[in-house]
């Protein structure tokens, strides 16, 4: 079946941009999750989205950052006046039900590089 | 805050050797452990995961993990190392009221033949 897809798998911007960030999970997964990994480190929580609405957006840096889930399903991550600091893999995951013991399955990122 | 610590960031093996990978959490309350595998230009794929059922947890590969509440930790292992294991593993744990990952910095695994 199909896993997480995210597009593009690699954006390259320029300092000031816009950009939007897609992820699509699997059908069927209310939970969906974003991650920032940085070069050298591990996956850092970015937001929580269960259903259409966004549970928990505690790791989103600043409010350039922002995401939305519009029909529960498909979200976009939006980075707004990107800065050479927002350079990382952004991961999305999705869950069944977004419960304690539930598998994340990951999506296989996309690449941001800011000039 | 719950945080998770891998010890090691590169760690080298033979072929046929044995694999340790370390990982410790901080919590008054062991939360649920997770061990998952990245190989290049892929997306993380579970490997295990802890949930107070047994602390000896098998995985997908050979690989098992067991959980030490008296030493917090939650090491990875694998009898004997075989060249597709080469990858980045990643420890993390679960949150307490939803299924938030907090990940450790992750181990790269270099197997040599």
């Known amino acids: 079946g199909a896993g997480v897809s995210q597009t593009p798998s690699n954006k390259v911007t320029e300092k000031g941009k816009y950009v939007e960030l897609r992820c699509d999970p699997i059908?069927?997964?209310?939970?969906l999750y974003w991650y920032r990994q940085s070069l050298g480190q591990g996956p850092e929580f970015l937001i929580y989205f269960q259903g259409t609405g966004a549970a928990d957006d505690s790791g989103l840096p600043n409010d350039r950052f922002f995401a939305v889930r519009p029909e529960g399903s498909v979200s976009t991550l939006k980075i707004q006046r990107t800065e050479r600091g927002d350079s990382a893999v952004y991961l999305c995951?999705?869950?069944?039900?977004?419960?304690?013991?539930?598998?994340?399955?990951f999506g296989p990122g996309t690449r941001l590089t800011v000039l | 805050a719950q945080s998770v610590t891998q010890l090691g960031s590169h760690v080298s093996v033979s072929e046929g050797a044995l694999v340790l990978l370390r990982c410790n959490y901080s919590s008054s309350v062991p939360p649920y452990l997770f061990w998952y595998v990245q190989y290049p230009n892929q997306g993380l794929q579970l490997l295990l995961k802890y949930t107070s059922a047994a602390t000896l947890v098998k995985g997908i590969n050979g690989f098992e993990a067991e959980f030490k509440k008296s030493e917090t930790s939650f090491h990875l292992t694998k009898p004997s190392a075989h060249m597709s294991d080469a990858a980045e593993y990643f420890c993390?744990?679960?949150?307490?009221?939803?299924?938030?990952?907090?990940f450790g910095q992750g181990t790269i695994l270099t197997v040599h033949p």
């Open positions: 995951a999705s869950s069944y039900a977004g419960g304690l013991q539930d598998e994340q399955f």
């Open positions: 059908s069927g997964h209310t939970a």
């Open positions: 993390g744990a679960g949150g307490t009221s939803y299924g938030k990952l907090t």
